[in-house]
DNA sequence: CTGTTAGCGCATTCAG
DNA sequence: CTGAATGCGCTAACAG
């Protein structure tokens, strides 16, 4: 019933191992028994049987992209970008030739998820593995990542973070593309604080996770070089509406503490954390988001409490997606190349880029800024 | 080196046999003998062959979820929905039990590696397809995909439509959830019209696409049932900036022609169609998006002309993305429930839900009425 | 309920 | 440059 390498060998009058040869384009072969064989596989309409393929060879052309929430933007870009660099501009014929299958698997967040995904690809033998975004810090985690990434580099699966910084006992077999978060967080801050303001809030992601604390460790250090850290008052630990903690981040201060709200990143979380934050202190003049996402959100918190952005009080983000030039007022944030490191991350896994000396690259943040963010009143 | 099948049938002190039967979980073992022979795969710490297992058994685990541009969460939120019905929700050991590998591919959009996708799909055995959004509606693509897919369902996976209509000459071989387009449309443009408005823009998505299509048509049949859809002049043909051209939808008059200007879905060409819209008729009073980003570009050329909406004239978009609601004012738009269709569609893939009659199911769509929106002056 | 036996379709040694 | 033979690791009949 259905064609097989077999039948395209008879067809073409050539043996098995020829057409294999003519196929995988890896091997000496004549010009005109190649044309005979490619004319052999289009009349039959062949298609090769990838499961047989990547049993006999021992490697499949899988290349999987695990996203932390690909209804997010952010990843949406990075994923995009380096499935342009793995799946080929194809020959526009649709017959797929030697190109890569790149998929994105997406693990919601959830450490066992994320297991899970790279145990589905050890199972199919992939050829490489992006990893992008944050990465959870909980040692069990980290200890089963580092156990398992392991194994897939050993099998010969070629690893790559993109936007997550190397495990901490990582070895050299992979190649990291991490974002300068605690740079562009600080420099942020120092905007806000170069503006004029004293009292910031700040709405940061989800507790535990790489990408969280190295935003809210760049705002502290802000603070702290302009000596905004001490604390008039000993502000007591409490959670938003979300079933966050306040954040108890290293450099926090008791003041701090009580100016950090943790939540999600997403709108939702942000527009709560923020009602939150303003009960909390209500005289905060500007509050940095954990990013765009979140930022929107507190922008609808803020003047749903009637007041204005950024003339009562400023607000920004991180990311610089899309849509954060469209808000309005046009968002202050942190622009960060998600799609030139997407597109890299996918060379790096397809080998057709040197991994970064040392294996780990810094990618620049830069600071965007726009009109959501200004001098504070008085 | 590594660990088979058959190493964990020794370590059991079974046969290969079992060892398979208890990993796939469909045939009945003994429980003392599952027991024994999940231990040996945890000792051993065994990872089944996916390539070896998928040509012994003529399928995959694999599900391939196909998207038009993945950075936009118009594909994101489906495409991660299906993801949440597909991959299931791990067993929290990361050991990967009976769950699909659902993977998603981006087609830029192009026809081309839509096939080459599907290709690789078919080359991989793939358990299911799922297509989402809008399709390309030219003859030979048409043609050939129906001539893949065909081949697809013959060789067992299942092919599910999500947000896109079914092919023409489609067999009942798949499911297709299909989004009432032209029905949003349509009572999105009503509303404007019953508000007053007389003189209505459409920045449309596309040509070639059924969503841009159907949108459109409804837009026009609202138009028409009100009488607007006279000539006042005869509008000449004429092209938008980033390369789009007139509409020439079967309903077009003239003057709707040269109220419609055709772009990609995307922010930029929204604000660059927008601005092409309101040189060619500066009388319009309204502006219909073809979708939620290009409407937010369409707010952005309105407001850098000077205007604003919706005193001055009115934005609406389609989709109601997450972001909708936070536009300032917020968007009248038309809601879509992706989300749920995405799940659908995975439950569908997964064979975990029965297909609608017929095949094939319309979505309902939701007109959302916002601040984007409102009477015109005078 | 469990073991035995055959391939699944292809990539690769080796010869020629 | 090409053909013949071998086995990748597993599942699916069959028996028992």
């Known amino acids: 019933m259905t064609v097989t390498l077999a039948d395209v060998a008879a067809r073409a009058r050539v043996s098995p191992a020829t057409v ?78 030697g190109e890569k299958l790149a998929v994105i698997c997406n693990t919601g967040g959830s450490p066992e998820r994320e297991l899970t995904y790279l145990t ?3 199972r199919q033998r992939a050829a490489a593995v992006v990893l992008t975004g944050g990465a959870v810090e909980n040692p069990a ?12 580099a050993d099998a010969g699966t070629r690893i790559v973070f993109c936007g997550r910084p190397p495990l901490p006992e990582g070895d050299a077999l992979v190649a990291a593309l991490a974002f300068d978060n605690r740079g562009g967080g600080r420099r942020l801050t120092e905007h806000l604080i170069s503006l004029g303001h004293r009292r910031i809030g700040y709405v940061a992601g989800p507790p535990e996770r790489t990408t969280t604390r190295h935003r809210l460790e760049g705002h502290r250090e802000a603070l702290r070089a302009a000596g905004l850290d001490a604390a008039p008052d000993g502000g ?49 003049t500007a509050i940095v988001a954990a990013n765009d996402t979140v930022a929107l959100g507190a922008c609808a918190a803020v003047r749903d409490q009637g007041m204005r952005i950024p003339q009562d009080i400023s607000v920004a983000g991180f990311d610089d997606l899309p ?19 997407g597109a890299r991350a996918g060379r790096l896994a397809m080998g057709k880029e040197n991994p970064p000396p040392g294996g780990i690259a810094t990618i620049a943040a830069e600071l965007m800024i726009r009109g959501s963010t200004a001098a504070p009143r008085g």
């Open 20 to 97: 294999s040869r003519v196929l995988n384009g890896n091997y000496p072969v004549a010009a005109s028994t190649r044309e005979r064989v490619l004319r052999a596989v289009d009349d039959l309409d062949y298609v090769l049987n990838g499961p047989a393929s990547s049993l006999a060879a021992a490697t499949s052309d899988l290349v999987g992209i695990l996203v932390n929430d690909i209804a997010d933007p952010f990843f949406g870009i990075m994923a995009g970008a380096a499935q342009t660099q793995i799946g080929g501009p194809g020959d526009g014929s649709g017959r797929a030739g």
């Open 120 to 122: 589905l690809l050890q």
């Open 141 to 152: 985690h980290q200890a089963a990542m580092a156990a398992k990434l392991a194994k897939l």
């Open 236 to 284: 007591a630990e409490a959670g938003s509406d979300s079933g966050a903690e306040a954040g108890g981040g290293a450099a926090g201060s008791g003041d701090q503490d009580r100016l950090t709200v943790h939540g999600p990143y997403d709108r939702r979380s942000g527009y709560e954390a923020t009602l939150e934050l303003l009960r909390r202190a209500p005289d905060v």
């Open 323 to 341: 849509f954060s030039v469209d808000a309005v007022p046009a968002l202050t944030t942190v622009r960060l190349p998600l799609f030139e490191a």
